[in-house]
């Protein structure tokens, strides 16, 4: 019987976890943020996933001192796995976890990992490096399991408990209780994988087949640019065959798509072999934010409209819609490439801390009164929000004759005026 669930890590996914597990169990939620943790007493979610009445009335306490997870039989870890700039997976917050936990585990306990990884890494990694500083033995004194999150940040139709949660254990036993807690919250139910490395292999498997999905319909949407035909329309011909995959193109950022096939790439290298597919879907995606680049120069060029007061705006600049976050979002590279051609762009995104912008990225956001009269508009991230009033919005945002670059292919080209020039992926 699971007496008190620790959660170490407290962000996108790691609270959402916490509030339902408080639901259930005596629930304790540990962050190294100290900001973050205050903030969460005051009921203040800055990821937006849970409401504020929500987290004020769960029973679940925050700290950020580790001493106060003492006498937890029960950890969950979702803290983040980045990838460095070489994009190499970078473990050191994962390791650092374990080094923080490792001190208050006792004999008996259960730690389960959320965050995304490659195949074999809680067992290779955070297994023996929590045996290193608890002093207890793998797999004896306590048992690994994990538990990948699959969670969608912004959605609200598809929250934790909704969604089948893979659940994975080091042995029968472990894997029982694991699935036996999950199941309290899940209403979805649990899958029960064979192994942990099964659930880890499962997870970046998910994430790397939408990226790969995404770089066809890139690379599509690049010939569909060439031939001179829209690639929304396209899709939706094709899709009305039965087994045609919905997916559409656009910029890949954020912390899980973009970045967790290098995880199964650089551990697939390390056993010696060199994946293409993965690897070149990668490239494609990462190339985009300098192909949207050059079509709005090269489409302003052809019509006489690049000089040095041309004013090109881009709406949006989180990684996704409907989320303020800005962490690794392409967006940003977008505007770096349109840098690099002599065009600061004018930024603006209504989700947006625009402090976090600056401090991050050294970009200065606009209000939203001073977004307007442009050359060219970069619907980047269409968020509920904006879509409410695009169409009133648009006269004022972009000057006659002017461009609208839809990213994201989400306005209906034939209600624009006519005098403008509509470009999409
Ligand atoms: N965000 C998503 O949509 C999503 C979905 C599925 C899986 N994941 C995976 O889940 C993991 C977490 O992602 P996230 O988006 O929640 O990250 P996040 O950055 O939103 O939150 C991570 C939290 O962990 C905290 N933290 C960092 N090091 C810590 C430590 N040593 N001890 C305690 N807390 C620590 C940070 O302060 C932060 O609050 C990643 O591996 C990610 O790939 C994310």
Redesign the pocket.
């Given at each position: 019987m699971v007496k008190r669930i620790a959660v170490?890590?407290?962000?996108?996914?790691?609270l959402p976890v916490a509030v339902a597990f408080a639901r259930r169990f005596d629930v304790i939620g540990?962050?190294?943020?100290k900001r973050?943790i205050e903030r969460l007493k005051e009921g203040d979610d800055w990821?937006g996933e849970i409401e504020r009445d929500v987290l004020l009335a769960s029973p679940l306490t925050f700290t950020d001192s580790v001493q106060a997870l003492e006498g937890c039989d029960f950890f969950v870890v979702?803290?983040?796995?980045p990838v460095d700039e070489r994009n190499n997976p970078d473990f050191s917050?994962l390791v650092?976890?374990c080094q923080?936990i490792g001190p208050v585990m006792r004999a008996g306990c259960i730690v389960v990992f959320?965050?995304?990884?490659h195949p074999g890494a809680t067992e290779e990694i955070c297994g023996p490096e929590l045996e290193k500083v608890s002093g207890l033995r793998c797999g004896i004194d306590f048992k690994l399991g994990y538990s990948?999150?699959?969670?969608?940040?912004g959605d609200r139709e598809h929250p934790l408990e909704k969604i089948v949660k893979i659940v994975s254990g080091q042995d029968e036993e472990s894997l029982e209780i694991i699935a036996g807690v999950y199941e309290k919250i899940i209403d979805a139910g649990v899958h029960r994988a064979s192994s942990i490395k099964v659930a880890e292999a499962a997870k970046v498997l998910e994430n790397t087949q939408r990226d790969i999905n995404i770089a066809l319909m890139n690379e599509m949407s690049k010939i569909c640019d060439l031939v001179g035909i829209r690639t929304s329309e396209v899709l939706t011909a094709a899709g009305t065959k039965w087994n045609f995959l919905k997916f559409t193109p656009g910029l890949v950022g954020?912390?899980?798509i973009g970045?967790?096939p290098y995880y199964l790439t650089s551990k697939a290298q390390e056993l010696g072999y060199h994946p293409e597919v993965i690897l070149s879907g990668r490239r494609i995606n990462d190339g985009m934010a300098n192909h949207v680049a050059s079509r709005v120069v090269q489409t302003l060029a052809r019509n006489g409209g690049l000089n040095a007061s041309t004013r090109v705006g881009i709406l949006g600049m989180t990684f996704k819609e409907n989320v303020p976050d800005i962490r690794n979002s392409k967006v940003v590279d977008l505007y770096k490439a349109l840098g690099s051609y002599g065009i600061t762009p004018v930024a603006c995104d209504p989700m947006v801390d625009s402090d976090q912008m600056e401090h991050e990225y050294g970009i200065k956001l606009v209000e939203r009164d001073g977004f307007r009269d442009l050359d060219v508009l970069i619907l980047a991230v269409p968020h509920r929000e904006t879509m409410d009033t695009i169409w009133e919005d648009i006269p004022h945002l972009v000057k006659r004759g002017g461009m609208v670059c839809d990213l994201k292919s989400v306005l209906d080209s034939k209600r624009l005026q006519s005098d403008l020039v509509y470009w999409t992926l």
């Open positions: 170490c890590g407290l962000g996108y996914v790691g540990f962050d190294v943020d973050r990821t979702a803290v983040p796995t917050l650092r976890a923080s959320e965050s995304t990884v990948p999150e699959r969670i969608n940040p954020g912390h899980c970045v967790d």
